[in-house]
C-alpha cells in the first residue's frame, strides 16, 4: 500500500512538472508515464482516466488556496467580513506567493484551469466555493458583486505577474527584485492602484473617450465563420473531441473543402491568430493615440478590448485551445507583428509606468484582465452580471485605486 501511495505521488509530482516545464497543461499520459518510469496502463492503477487525474490536481491547488483564504478570513462565505488592512492583505499575498512558488507546477496548471477545464463542472474557481471561500454565484445573490470583481481582480493580477516573474527567471533575466520587493510591489499595487492625481477622469472625459473607443471593423465572413465553428465545437467537445469531422459538420462542408483552406488544425489556429493579433494590436493603438495620462490609458486599454472582444468573443475560446495546445502565441506577437515595437510613441507622450511595469506589460496586464473576465462570464452562470455591471468600469476603479477605496 505504500508502495502504491508513493507512486501515485511521484505521478502527481512529475504531471504538476509537466506543467512547469511546458506552456501547455493537457499533456499525454504516455508523456507521463515515461517521465514517472512506468507503463501508460500503470496509471491507471491509481487514476481511472486523465480527466481523474486532472480533476486531482485542481483539486490539491483548491485544499492549498482555500486554506490560506480562510485562515486570513479573506473572501470567506458569511454574512459578515472583518474590515480588510493593509497588513492583513499582505500576509494573504505573501502566502499566495510562497505556496506558488514553493509549487511550481501549481501555477503552470492555475494559469491554464482556473476558470475551465476539459470536463464541465472541474474549475478550480467552483472546488474554491465548495470550499467556503466567497466566490461565484453566491456575490449575485447575497448582491455583493463588488466582492466578485475583487476576488478576480486580485487572483488574476497574481497569476499573471507570478507567470511573468516566472517567464523572465527562466529566460535567465537578472534584473528581478528580490521575492520580498516582489511581494511589497504586488502588494502595494493591488492595494493602491496606479492613480498619482486626483480627481481622476471626470464623467465628461469618460463619455468622450467611451466614444473614441467604439470599435468597428468589417468582419472577414470566411474566417469568421471558421474560427466560430472551432471554438463551438472545442466548447462542446473539448479538446479531445475537436475534430476536422466536427467543425466540418458544423460548417456544412465536406472535410476534404476544410483542407483547401489550411492543412492541419494547428496551422488554421495559428494563421487566425496571427490575424486576430494584428487587428486587435492596431485597434489598440489607434485608440491609445487618445490617452494623455496613466489613467487615461488605463481607461482606453480596458473599453477598446472589452469592445472588441464583445464582438468577437470566440478569439478567446480558440487562443485557450491554442495555450493548452503548446502553441507559443507570445511568438506570435513578438515575431508577426511586431508587438515589441507597437507601444513607442507612448514615450513622446511622457507617460510613465508604475513600478513593476514597462509598456508591453501594462498592456498585457489589462489585457488579461478583461479577456480572463470576459472568458469567465461566457463559460459560468455569472454571464448575468456581465450583462447588469460595466465590467470595464469596474475593473477601471480597482486598477486606478486598488482594493483599499472599494469596501
Known amino acids: 500500500m505504500a508502495q502504491k501511495r508513493n507512486t501515485r505521488q511521484i505521478i502527481l509530482n512529475e504531471a504538476f512538472n509537466l506543467c512547469y516545464e511546458s506552456p501547455k497543461s493537457i499533456f499525454s499520459l504516455s508523456e507521463l508515464a515515461e517521465r514517472v518510469g512506468i507503463s501508460k496502463t500503470a496509471i491507471f492503477r491509481h487514476f481511472k482516466n486523465k480527466d481523474a487525474l486532472l480533476s486531482e490536481m485542481g483539486s490539491l491547488i483548491a485544499d492549498g488556496l482555500a486554506e490560506i483564504m480562510r485562515k486570513g478570513d479573506y473572501f470567506r462565505e458569511a454574512e459578515t467580513h472583518l474590515t480588510e488592512n493593509y497588513e492583513r492583505f499582505s500576509d494573504l499575498i505573501n502566502s499566495l506567493v510562497k505556496f506558488f512558488q514553493g509549487n511550481k507546477g501549481y501555477l503552470g496548471f492555475a494559469l491554464n484551469n482556473r ?24 456575490f449575485l445573490a447575497n448582491k455583493t458583486p463588488q466582492r466578485f470583481f475583487r476576488v478576480f481582480f486580485c487572483g488574476e493580477s497574481l497569476i499573471y505577474f507570478l507567470s511573468r516573474r516566472d517567464c523572465l527567471t527562466q529566460a535567465g533575466i537578472s534584473e528581478i527584485d528580490s521575492e520580498e520587493e516582489f511581494i511589497k ?6 492595494w493602491k492602484g496606479i492613480a498619482r492625481s486626483k480627481p481622476q477622469l471626470d464623467s465628461k472625459r469618460i463619455a468622450e473617450l467611451d466614444k473614441l473607443c467604439e470599435v468597428s471593423f468589417k468582419d472577414k465572413p470566411e474566417d469568421t465563420r471558421f474560427f466560430t465553428a472551432f471554438a463551438e465545437t472545442f466548447q462542446q467537445n473539448g479538446f479531445d473531441g475537436l475534430t476536422v469531422e466536427r467543425i466540418s459538420d458544423k460548417l456544412n ?6 483542407y483547401a483552406f489550411f492543412e492541419n488544425k494547428e496551422e488554421f489556429v495559428q494563421k487566425m491568430l496571427v490575424e486576430e493579433f494584428s487587428m486587435i494590436m492596431k485597434v489598440i493603438v489607434e485608440k491609445t493615440m487618445y490617452a494623455e495620462t496613466l489613467e487615461e490609458l488605463a481607461y482606453v486599454l480596458l473599453r477598446c478590448e472589452k469592445n472588441y472582444l464583445e464582438k468577437r468573443h470566440f478569439v478567446l475560446m480558440i487562443h485557450y485551445w491554442a ?8 511568438r506570435f506577437k513578438d515575431d508577426q507583428i511586431g508587438y515589441n515595437d507597437r507601444f513607442e510613441y507612448l514615450k513622446e507622450k511622457n507617460i510613465q509606468m508604475p513600478e513593476l511595469f514597462n ?8 489585457s488579461s484582465l478583461v479577456g480572463a473576465l470576459k472568458f469567465f462570464f461566457d463559460m459560468t452562470p455569472l454571464k448575468e452580471l456581465e450583462r447588469i455591471i460595466d465590467y470595464a468600469q469596474e475593473l477601471y476603479k480597482l486598477i486606478i485605486n486598488g482594493i483599499e477605496n472599494q469596501n
Open 359 to 366: 509598456y508591453q506589460s501594462f498592456v498585457g496586464w489589462e
Open 323 to 330: 495555450t493548452q495546445k503548446g502553441l507559443n502565441t507570445y
Open 253 to 258: 462542408l465536406a472535410k476534404s473543402s476544410l
Open 115 to 138: 476558470t475551465f477545464m476539459p470536463s464541465p463542472g472541474k474549475s478550480l474557481l467552483k472546488g474554491l466555493m465548495e470550499r467556503g471561500v466567497y466566490i461565484s454565484p453566491e
Open 185 to 190: 510591489e504586488i502588494t502595494d499595487l493591488l
